[in-house]
C-alpha cells in the first residue's frame, strides 16, 4: 500500500445506491466480467466502456446505500478502479467492498474537490488525496491495520486463505 | 440457576460492573472480541456465536472453497434458512436452493429450515432461540438487526464475508458509537410498535444511524412483548444502524425459557456509559404514523394521509417486521366479519410455518380468506417484488414490511405505505389508507 494510487477521476453524486450501481435486473449474474458491463449503466451510461484500469471514483455522502448486494463493489472491482473516494458510505458497501480488496477511502469534502476527469492521488498511508489537476486536497483517517492487511492480500478470500494454509517456513514469498 | 439470576443488573439497574461507562454493544462487542472494553472506532476480531444464511447464502459456498476452507468451523452454530422464494418461483431459486441443500450436506449442518420448515429467516432464529443475551450473531440479510431485541449484537454481513465466518467463526467489526432512543408513557388504543419506530424514523432519518448501533431504552420499551421488540430493532436496518437493541430483561428469559440453543451471556449498558446522540420520545400523545412513498423516513400522522383518501389496489400483512401471531391477531380483530374492498387484493403472509399452524388453530385462516384475502404460505411473500405480489407502476400498496423505496415491491413508480398490521387490515377494508383508531 505505499505507492500513493493515481488515476482519472469519475464523479457522482450523492446517495448513490447499489440499485444504481447494479440494477436488480442483472442480480442473477454473479460472474464480475458480465457484471461490469451494467455497472452505472443508469447514471453514467459511459463508464462501463471508457473507465481504464487504475480510474477512480468519486461519490458523495451516503454512496452505496440500499441492499447488501455485494455486487455492486464485484463489479467496480471488475473494472480496475485503484479506488472508490466519497465523502461517506453506506455500512454494507464499504464493508463488501473493503473484504473484495476494492480501497473504500471515506474522505469527508472529497466530493467538492473534484470535477469529472481530474487527476487524483490517493495515499492510502500518509491519508491524503490531492486533486492533481487544479490543487487542494482533503486528508482522511489511514486504514486501520486489520483493513490494510485485507486490502494488502487482495481482499478477505485470499487473506483468510494464507490464515488456514500458511506457507511453508522457508518457502519463496 | 435461572437466567435472569445470572443477571443482576437486568432486575435492578443499580448493580453494575466495574470499569464502567461502557454501552450494551461495546459490552457485547468486548465479550466477543475478549477485552476487558472497548471503544468506538476501534477494529476487534469477535468471535461468533451464531451464522444465519438465507438464499444468498449460496454466494458464500464459492468463496468458502476458495479460501480453501474445508470445514465449518462449528456446525452447530450455523443456521440456514430459506425464504425469500419458498417454494421456488423461479429457476435461480430453484439452483440457490440446490447449492445450499448441497452444501449442508456436504458440511454436515444439521440446522437447515428447509422447505416444510420454514419461515423468514430472522423469525426463524427468534422462534427457535438460535440467538440469546450477549451473542455477537451475524446474517447474510440487512434486517438481522432484528436479533438485537435479545440483547444481542446482530448484524448483516455480505456473502464473501459469511464464508469467512464460516471458514474461521472470527468476524472484523469496527466498534460502532451508540444512538440511545428512549422511549416513555403508554402507548394508546391503535398505536403500536410500529407506529413508535415510524416515528423515530421520521426524526433520526434513513442516515441518522449509518455506522452506529441503535439501544432502545425507557419505559416504553421495557414494557413491550418480544414481538413488539423484534419490530423495533427490525427497523433499525431503516436508519442506517449496523445493530439495533434492547437490554436484556424479564421478558427476554422468559421468552428464550426452553427454548434458547446455547449459553448466554447477558450484559447491560452501563449507567454512565456514552452515547454519541441521544432523542427522546414520550409516546402518551403518539398517535398512528404511515412512512409515505419513497422512503421509511417521509413519516406523517396516519390520520392526516386517512384524510387524504390514498386509495389502494394491493394491502399487504407480512414480513419479518410485522407478521408474528400477536400481529395477525391485531389485524384479523378488525378484518373479522368485513370484506377486501372491491378491486383490491389483500395477501397475509405469516412470518413462519409455525405461526402459520397456529392461525389455523386460532381460525384466523378463516377470517382472512372469508373477507377475500389470499391467505398465502410464509415466506417473505410480497415484501420484496421478486416473489409474489409485484405491483405494477401506477398501482398503490398498504404495507407492514419495513421498506418502500422506488421499486421495492415491483414497479419502480409504484408506492407503498408502511404501516401497523391495524392499519393494513382496515385499509384493505376500506380500499384506502385507514386509521385504525375509528373502528377500536
Ligand atoms: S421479509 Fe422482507 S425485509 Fe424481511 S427478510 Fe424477507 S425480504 Fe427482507
Redesign the interface.
Known sequence: MGTPLKGRVWCVGDDL?T?QLIA?KYL?I?DPELLKRHVLENVEPRFSQEARVGDLLVGG??FG????R?HAPAALKAIGLGAVVAD?F???FF??AI??GLPAVEAPGVRALFQPGDQAEVDLERGTVENRTRGGSVRFEPF????KE?LEAG???EK??R???PPAPGAAP | MSPAEALPGASSPSVRSPGGGQTLAEKILARACGNPSVVPGQ?V?GQVDLAMAHE?GA?AIL?FH????ERVWDPERVVIAIDHWVPASTE?AATLHQMLRHFAKEQHLPHFYDIGRHGICHQILAENGWVVPGDLAVG???HTNMLGAMGAFAV??????Y??VL??GKI?LKVPPTLRLTADGRLGKGVYAKDLVLRLLGEVK??GA??KAVEFDGGTIQGLSMPERFTLCNMTTEM?A?AGMVAPDERTFHYLEGIAKHSMHPVVPDRDARYEREVHVNVDDLEPQVACPYSPDNVRPLAEVAREHVRIDQAFLGSCTNARMEDLREAAAIFRGEKVAPGVRFIVSPASTRIYQECLKEGLVGVFTDGGAVFTNSSCSACFG?NMGLLSPTEVCASSSNRN?P?RMGAKEAQIYLMSPAAVALSAIRGEVADPREVL
Open positions: 445506491d440499485d436488480g442473477t454473479i455522502i451516503n446505500c440500499g441492499s447488501s455485494e461517506s453506506a455500512r454494507i464493508r463488501n473484504n473484495l486501520p491495520k486489520h483493513l485485507i481482499g478477505l478470500v483468510v486463505r490464515e488456514l494454509h | 477494529i476480531v444468498q454466494q468463496p476458495q479460501m480453501g476452507a435461480g447474510t440479510d440487512s448483516g454481513i455480505g456473502p464473501t464475508e464464508a469467512a471458514a474461521t472484523w434513513v442516515t449509518t455506522y442506517g449496523k421478486g423505496f421499486g
